[in-house]
């Protein structure tokens, strides 16, 4: 990718956690970039490490994590080295987050309105007179009765709660806003309008986005580009096309021939990858995806691959060239698996 007008270079960042004994390897060697303006969709199955790089960028891990070397640069930056008095006001203004399950993290005892004000007063030391100002604007902006801002979380939809937390995450106009699984436990319909929310107000203001889910639909809707993480790895990262029309990685090919169509659905067959992830509490010195890959061969146990580039795209596999024209279904058609579905 290009220099220019990249926002965020995220450079071989590794991500532990402590767990009594043990550590957790939960994200190694992760690199990607952001341009201005563009979606990054970040991609993977639960506990694949995509939450914790969102909330390493954030220095926000929990006090059991760390970031055990790599660098976070922002604008130019190195955030990770930065003090933490100049990252809290980097905070929210320069970037900002949708935390998952963020719906259910608005404090109960508080007025929401109050609650998307108090950023803007702590960051811009105005008034709260003019903080509710911004705040009534914000909650049409993203949908919602400015009457609402009197309301207590309890009061509001779970739609109506999502977007509270987005309209106090733009409200410092962010150069580049984090989205981590923000349509979690919403039905359909309020997670096609929480999409449609997203992507507007990203053009309204021209904000760079992260968009993080297991969804691939949804990831292939918002990004430009994607990167495909597996137990702490990403295998896989290109523009949005190639990744899902021509995917080069057993495991992104296994994702993809997993997803349900009315045609599999009708001939009563679906992909699912066999196994587990590996126990991220042990180092991994092979591909990390061997112990579930059709296509393993001898040197996928003894050798972590290197990346290979094809057709721009990034691919951690020994054998990418040779996959990459193999369609989903000639590398996992043995994994059809036979449903029943009732009469």
Not at 110 to 129: M, R
Not at 247 to 274: F, N, W
């Amino acid at each position: 990718m290009s220099e220019e007008n990249v926002i965020l270079d995220v450079k071989n960042l590794n991500v532990r956690y402590k767990l009594g004994p043990y550590t957790v390897y939960a994200a190694n060697n992760v690199s990607f970039k952001v341009r201005e303006g563009e979606t990054l969709g970040l991609v993977g199955e639960s506990g694949c490490g995509k939450s914790t790089t969102s909330l390493a960028i954030m220095r926000l891990l929990p006090a059991n994590g760390y970031v055990e070397s790599g660098q976070v640069i922002f604008k130019g930056e190195n955030i990770l080295e930065i003090p933490d008095v100049r990252m809290r006001k980097i905070l929210w203004s320069e970037i900002a987050m949708v935390f998952q399950g963020a719906m259910n993290s608005l404090n109960p005892v508080f007025k929401v309105g109050d609650q998307v004000a108090e950023p803007l007063i702590y960051h811009e030391g105005i008034s709260k007179e003019e903080a509710y100002e911004i705040v009534r604007e914000l909650f049409i902006e993203v949908g919602l009765d400015p009457a609402r801002m009197n309301d207590y979380p309890h009061q509001l939809s779970g739609g109506m709660k999502q977007r509270v937390v987005i309209a106090m995450a733009i409200a410092m106009n962010p150069s580049l806003l984090i989205a981590d699984e923000p349509t979690t436990a919403l039905d359909v319909t309020i997670q096609a309008q929480i999409l449609d929310l997203l992507k507007k107000l990203q053009r309204r203001y021209g904000m760079s986005m992260i968009y993080i889910s297991h969804d691939l639909a949804c990831v292939a809707e918002m990004s430009d580009r994607v990167s495909v993480m597996y137990a702490g790895y990403i295998v896989e990262d290109g523009d949005v096309v190639s990744i899902y029309k021509r995917p080069a990685h057993p495991y992104t090919k296994g994702l993809i021939a997993a997803v349900p169509s009315p045609t599999r659905i009708e001939e009563g067959r679906i992909v699912s990858i066999p196994g587990s992830p590996p126990d991220l509490r042990i180092p991994i010195k092979h591909c990390p995806f061997v112990d579930r890959c059709p296509m393993a061969k001898d040197i996928c146990r003894e050798a972590l691959p290197e990346y290979r580039i094809i057709d721009g795209r990034r691919v951690m596999c020994h054998f990418a060239e040779d996959l990459a024209d193999l369609d989903p279904f000639e590398v996992w058609g043995e994994y059809w698996e036979k449903i029943e579905f009732g009469e």
